[in-house]
């Protein structure tokens, strides 16, 4: 959502983090209807987290950009060089945002490009072209291959006006932002967010039984920002993993 920079030019209606809504565009960009997205209704309750299916591909977290966020992100990222990974060697698949209010599609964009959720991406769709072009690009000309997609920007427009809400114009700056934790096939896992300076390695070692929603990774991951905010209740969580029946 909000990703306001002085060099945005493009601008996209920011996405509701509804799960059908979020589904319907996976959906219309070429993930198989095997996956989808289901809401977390918490973080710490394992009842509560038995509703999603298992195991979790990915997780977006969506937060309210504050102070103390700002504040952290610039400091975390302060002494770290700028990402210019490309290629098929490439640990972890990572767009730069450069279009205003458009992430939560960056967020689907990297959930469904690493991991296990990547071999759910159908032949000759629009994801399936969109990687093979942007995978040996360096993250600059990703950007720009991001913002000339016509099929990704009528496919974003199209299901952002189906939102609940009043869809919010174009060049309106919203609060909240989303951010991806995936886990890849080497047992990490990644924060993902185009605002930031690169992909950040915020856990190794995870054995094959854990995934995004696992104890170990939500104290890595989205359990942080909780606690940085100290009980800011504007927080929400999608995961995306197996379609239910």
Not at 94 to 101: A, G, H, V
Request: hydrophobic share 40%; aromatic share 6%.
């Amino acid at each position: 959502m909000t990703t306001t920079t002085s060099d945005q030019k493009i601008a996209f209606i920011p996405l509701e983090a509804n799960p059908p809504l979020l589904t319907s565009l996976l959906h219309k960009l070429g993930v198989s209807p095997a996956l989808a997205i289901h809401d977390v209704y918490s973080l710490d309750d394992p009842s509560l987290l038995a509703f999603v299916p298992r195991p979790a591909l990915a997780l977006l977290l969506v937060f309210p950009v504050s102070e103390t966020y700002e504040a952290h992100r610039l400091a975390e990222d302060a002494d770290k060089p700028d990402y210019a990974g490309s290629g098929e060697g490439e640990g972890v698949v990572w767009f730069r945002q450069t279009i205003r209010n458009a992430c939560g599609l960056m967020g689907l964009l990297h959930a469904v490009s690493n991991g296990p959720a990547r071999n759910f991406i159908e032949p000759n769709s629009t994801l399936s072209t969109l990687l093979d072009q942007a995978i040996p690009l360096p993250p600059k000309e990703r950007s720009v291959l991001l913002e000339t997609s016509q099929a990704l920007s009528a496919a974003h427009r199209e299901t952002a006006e189906q939102g609940a809400t009043s869809a919010p114009e174009a060049a309106d700056d919203v609060d909240l932002h989303y951010v991806c934790f995936v886990k890849t096939d080497d047992g990490r896992l990644w924060e993902l967010d185009g605002r930031r300076k690169g992909p950040l390695a915020r856990l190794e070692g995870m054995s094959e039984e854990e995934d995004v929603l696992s104890e170990r990774a939500l104290k890595a991951g989205p359990l942080e920002f909780l606690g940085r905010e100290r009980g800011d209740l504007r927080f929400s969580c999608v995961a995306l993993a197996g379609a239910l029946d």
